[in-house]
């Protein structure tokens, strides 16, 4: 079973920047997209960023548009996420996605919906402090 490998993560005080990658676990893995998502304390996961490797079309939530940036290769399998301006409310575990199904037939909303992704990772830590 492929696995999703999440780096990165950790503290990092207000206004800073920090970076978190993810890889898969195998080189024959191939995914249509990839993204990440967060989960606050006692809050829900959310969706933060998407990259569509047919047409590297991204998506942002719209609280970290102008931030956050998601690069990556999908010949290798890896995204990275990176994160600039850092803010409390960031603070949450940062989840790897990715969709193996081709991606054509669905719009923008699609990309920030968990079911849309069929492999996990299983989460970095991220916490911005005050």
């Known amino acids: 079973q492929v696995q999703l490998l999440e780096s990165g993560g950790g503290l990092v005080q207000a206004g800073g920047s920090l970076s978190v990658s993810c890889a898969a676990s195998e080189r024959t893995f191939s995914s249509s997209a990839m993204g990440w998502f967060r989960q606050a304390p006692g809050k829900e996961r959310e969706f933060v960023t998407a990259i569509d490797w047919n047409n590297n079309s991204k998506y942002f939530a719209n609280s970290v548009k102008g931030r956050f940036t998601i690069s990556g290769d999908n010949a290798q399998n890896t995204v990275s996420l990176q994160m600039n301006s850092l803010k409390p409310e960031d603070t949450a575990v940062y989840y790897c996605?990715?969709?193996?199904?081709?991606?054509?037939?669905?719009?923008?909303?699609?990309?920030?919906?968990?079911?849309?992704?069929?492999?996990w990772g299983q989460g970095t830590q991220v916490t911005v402090s005050s």
């Open positions: 996605a990715a969709r193996t199904p081709p991606t054509h037939k669905y719009g923008d909303s699609d990309y920030k919906n968990q079911d849309f992704y069929d492999y």
